[in-house]
């Protein structure tokens, strides 16, 4: 076992900004520990570098143990971009902290796909090729999706509706489905079809202010047309905007006051 301090802010905060880094908080007299170490030391070497182990003795730094609230061991701790990302305590079998790892560690075509996105519709083909080249990567169809949704929301809402769920991406999907719904929207006789209508062509057009005004327009003339559209849509563009954005800010209190 490893008895040296280690340096936190450079071999695991400053560190972690580059890769990963797996914290193992251990003591000389923990048992468990001595049956976990070993399985950590493996897979460090088998990662190829895609993450970093360092081991911390609380006995020599409790400090740190203390500032990270350890109150067993051995603890582990995943730290990516300086903050912990993941964290089990106790000393699991070699095949569960495989798992652990591969639902938590960042997938390294992330970076790629961002780049992706980024490049707009210049960068279609190049998406649409990587969603083919990586079935297993759910985000990289929902990026593809999400670029053809004023293009052709056809498309866009059947590549959203063969999506599975995913952990922290249900409001993007449904957002994306409402939002294909609009770009899609074709009006019927109700008076407040043309109001989805004009907000459909600003849609396309990337008018996003308009798009709000008229969708204010749409809930308050019937907010529930078309199982919640109106309602539905809005919401959707304002947290597609985010919520400190200049249009989320000047159009949510009107689209409060049209809701009742």
Aim: hydrophobic content about 50%; charged content about 25%.
């Amino acid at each position: 076992m490893n008895e040296t301090l280690i340096d936190f802010q450079r071999d695991v905060l400053d560190a972690s900004m580059h890769t990963p880094v797996l914290v193992d908080f251990w003591a000389e007299w923990c048992g468990p520990c001595r049956v976990l170490g070993p399985v950590l030391e493996a897979l460090d070497a088998e990662a190829g570098g895609r993450w970093k182990l360092v081991k911390l003795n609380t006995e020599l730094q409790p400090d740190i143990a203390q500032a990270y609230r350890i109150m067993s061991i051995p603890a582990v701790k995943l730290f990516d971009q300086g903050k912990v990302k993941a964290e089990f305590v106790g000393a699991l079998p070699k095949s569960q902290i495989l798992q652990w790892l591969s639902t938590h560690l960042p997938d390294p075509r992330t970076a790629q796909l961002e780049a992706l996105r980024q490049s707009g519709a210049a960068g279609l083909a190049a998406l649409e090729g990587f969603a083919a080249a990586h079935p297993d990567l759910p985000e990289a169809r929902l990026a593809l999706a999400e670029a053809l949704l004023f293009s052709d929301p056809e498309r866009a809402l059947a590549i959203a509706a063969s999506l599975p769920p995913a952990p922290g991406a249900f409001d993007r999907v449904e957002d994306l489905r409402t939002l294909a719904e609009l770009a899609a929207f074709e009006p019927d006789a109700a008076p407040v079809a043309l109001k989805l209508a004009a907000a459909r062509e600003a849609l396309r057009q990337g008018d996003d202010e308009s798009v709000l005004r008229l969708l204010v327009e749409a809930v308050a003339t019937d907010k529930s047309y078309r199982r919640d559209l109106p309602r539905k849509a809005i919401l959707a563009m304002f947290r597609r905007l985010g919520d400190d954005h200049l249009l989320t800010r000047a159009y949510r209190p009107k689209f409060n006051m049209a809701l009742y």
